[in-house]
């Protein structure tokens, strides 16, 4: 069993930046791939980045990529997502999901997820 719990969402301006947090508890194993997913109101959720356990490969969604970064302290068992130049677009909940392993984008693999956390982006 693994806990997600995710933080550092909140308001920001367009242009403007903020770092979100996803502490990860329990049972880890080195095949795990941990992930960022969005889901903006009336959207389908929506893989933004992920990274693996061991090893930190990385995955980028197209709109993520030169503005966001994922990254994981091991030894503090947690996972970021440094967000730069946010766009009203990145408005969305928030949520860490962990993966069993596989392919980081193959989203039906991501089996553990936290409860998320609101980013809004004004313009």
């Given amino acids: 069993q ?8 909140g308001l920001v301006q367009a242009g403007g930046s903020l770092r ?10 080195s095949s795990y791939v941990m992930g960022w997913f969005r889901q903006a109101p009336g959207k389908e959720r929506e893989l933004v980045a992920a990274i693996t356990w ?6 980028y969604a ?4 030169g503005r966001f970064t994922i990254s994981r302290d091991n030894a503090d068992n947690t996972v970021y997502l440094q967000m730069n130049s946010l766009k009203p677009e990145d408005t969305a ?3 860490c999901a962990a993966s069993l392993g596989g392919h980081l984008a ?11 956390t609101q980013v809004t982006v004004s313009s």
């Fill in 2 to 9: 693994v806990q997600l719990v995710e933080s550092g969402g």
């Fill in 20 to 29: 979100l947090s996803c502490a990860v508890s329990g049972r880890i194993y």
């Fill in 54 to 59: 061991i090893g930190g490969s990385t995955y």
């Fill in 62 to 65: 197209d709109s993520a990529k």
């Fill in 93 to 95: 909940v928030y949520y």
């Fill in 106 to 116: 193959v989203t039906r693999n991501y089996y553990y997820w936290g409860q998320g």
